[in-house]
């Protein structure tokens, strides 16, 4: 778990207390919803538009959405029925304050440095990972480092929150000069958008039973977006290294799953967390079962959405995934979740460290994680009281920095006024 001197005295640093008890509502615009094709990508914008209902409620807040298609336009109406979606930049530029929402890294910086140039307006950044990781295509990630671009767009921001360690640890080495720079969990964390028909019928389809079946989702090395998106040009190199590797990275979690069916008889739901993961799970994790187990499984064939999602992870007893969106949100449900990462990832996986649950987190990439994979899962559906307590300890740290971050929002948007 990250220690106290990760947290810097925000308060001081972003705006007088005057300025925080203006009367009029400043009008915050979230930059967000990078994607459709991940129920990750999808669940940021929930969950950070939630923690400004919470905790800004007297901000005029709207959303201006990268994209917000498939079915996710009308998940955020029901949902978020004030929150104005905008849909030009001109329109975006009309508001107090921009907050960049969670991603995978400084995800909307050309947006940023527009704002900045065209607005001079403060902007602030919630919830990203900025660590150099095993993907060499993370923009703006260059030697380990940051470069000046980024570095520049960070150093101008009111605060920046990073929702892992590893990058706080990064933009601090390199010199970043916000006056606020803290560990912020990522904004998925608070989504709580639900489809309770579309999971309900599915479970009872299913005859999946509320906290007598575990979830467990796939992933390969790099996502084979070519799969999914027009124009994603196929990548023979990614391509070979998920070959090499999809055996070995979900033979564990097999193990896990055969582990749980036989010792509790438990079912598991396959499920994907993107639009590419159904065929994956049917290959690496269905199909090769001992026939003895099968019949205790489930294949999710088609994808879903955060909220159908969502509400079927708030009735398992748990996840064990090669994602980590899906973990964040169940997560922050009180639900276990058991995180296995790989170097192809960002560095976002090292926050089950950060929040205190290391014993769920496992490295692929480390014969000796892989070898603790099934065990954990094992326990983790044997003794659902004791996985419970696990989870709501990791959660009450979460809540915590959740006030925290959304109070320093708070006074950076009042002090725009």
């Known amino acids: 778990m990250l220690s106290?001197?990760?947290?810097?005295?925000?308060?001081?640093?972003?705006?007088?207390?005057?300025?925080?008890r203006a009367k009029k509502a400043p009008h915050i615009v979230l930059r967000s919803s990078w994607q459709t094709?991940?129920?990750?990508?999808?669940?940021?914008?929930?969950?950070?538009?939630?923690?400004?209902e919470r905790h800004v409620p007297?901000?005029?807040?709207?959303?201006?959405?990268?994209?917000?298609?498939?079915?996710?336009?009308?998940?955020?109406?029901?949902?978020?029925?004030?929150?104005?979606?905008?849909?030009?930049?001109?329109?975006?530029?009309?508001a107090d304050f921009l907050l960049h929402g969670s991603g995978p890294y400084l995800t909307a910086h050309r947006d940023v440095a527009e704002w900045r140039k065209q607005t001079g307006k403060p902007y602030g950044v919630y919830g990203i990972t900025m660590a150099a990781a095993g993907d060499p295509g993370l923009l703006r990630m260059r030697n380990n480092g940051l470069d000046g671009y980024c570095q520049d767009l960070l150093n101008t921001a009111r605060f920046v929150f990073l929702r892992d360690g590893v990058s706080l640890d990064v933009v601090r080495k390199h010199g970043v000069q916000s006056p606020v720079i803290e560990f912020g969990p990522d904004g998925a964390f608070a989504a709580?958008?639900?489809?309770?028909?579309?999971?309900?019928?599915?479970?009872?389809?299913h005859g999946l039973e509320p906290g007598r079946f575990i979830c467990c989702l796939p992933r390969l090395r790099s996502t084979p977006y070519w799969r999914v998106k027009p124009g994603y040009a196929f990548d023979e190199a990614r391509n070979q290294r998920n070959e090499e590797m999809k055996e070995h990275d979900h033979a564990p979690v097999?193990?896990?799953?055969?582990?749980?069916?036989?010792?509790?008889?438990?079912?598991?739901?396959?499920?994907?967390?993107?639009?590419?993961?159904?065929?994956?799970?049917?290959?690496?994790?269905?199909?090769?079962?001992?026939?003895?187990?099968?019949?205790?499984?489930?294949?999710?064939?088609?994808?879903?959405?955060?909220?159908?999602?969502?509400?079927?992870y708030i009735r398992s007893a748990g996840l064990l995934s090669m994602e980590m969106h899906s973990p964040i949100m169940a997560l922050g449900n009180g639900i276990p979740a058991i995180v296995c990462r790989f170097a192809e990832q960002t560095t976002k996986g090292f926050m089950w460290r950060d929040i205190g649950l290391s014993?769920?987190?496992f490295d692929l990439d480390k014969?000796?994680?892989?070898?603790?994979?099934?065990?954990?899962?094992?326990?983790?559906?044997?003794?659902?009281?004791a996985a419970r307590q696990?989870?709501?300890?990791?959660?009450?740290?979460v809540h915590k920095r959740q006030r925290e971050t959304m109070a320093v929002v708070k006074q950076a948007a009042m002090a725009a006024l």
């Not at 094709?37 to 400004?52: C, E, R, Y």
């Not at 298609?69 to 001109?90: D, H, W």
């Not at 709580?192 to 389809?205: G, N, Q, T, Y």
């Not at 014969?367 to 009281?385: C, G, H």
């Open 367 to 385: 014969e000796e994680d892989v070898l603790r994979v099934a065990p954990a899962a094992l326990d983790m559906a044997r003794n659902p009281t």
């Open 359 to 361: 014993g769920w987190l």
């Open 390 to 397: 696990t989870a709501a300890q990791a959660l009450a740290f």
């Open 254 to 312: 097999r193990e896990g799953i055969v582990s749980i069916v036989r010792e509790t008889g438990m079912k598991v739901l396959v499920c994907p967390e993107d639009s590419t993961q159904m065929e994956t799970g049917k290959e690496m994790l269905v199909d090769p079962l001992p026939d003895s187990v099968k019949p205790s499984v489930v294949w999710r064939e088609k994808f879903w959405l955060t909220g159908e999602a969502l509400s079927v």
């Open 58 to 94: 007297e901000a005029k807040v709207s959303l201006w959405p990268m994209d917000i298609g498939n079915g996710v336009e009308a998940m955020l109406r029901r949902r978020f029925p004030k929150v104005a979606i905008l849909t030009s930049r001109q329109e975006a530029h009309a």
């Open 37 to 52: 094709v991940n129920i990750g990508d999808i669940g940021h914008t929930p969950g950070v538009l939630t923690l400004l």
């Open 4 to 20: 106290r001197r990760h947290f810097l005295p925000a308060f001081a640093a972003v705006a007088a207390p005057q300025l925080a």
């Open 192 to 205: 709580e958008v639900r489809d309770e028909h579309a999971a309900l019928a599915f479970l009872s389809r």
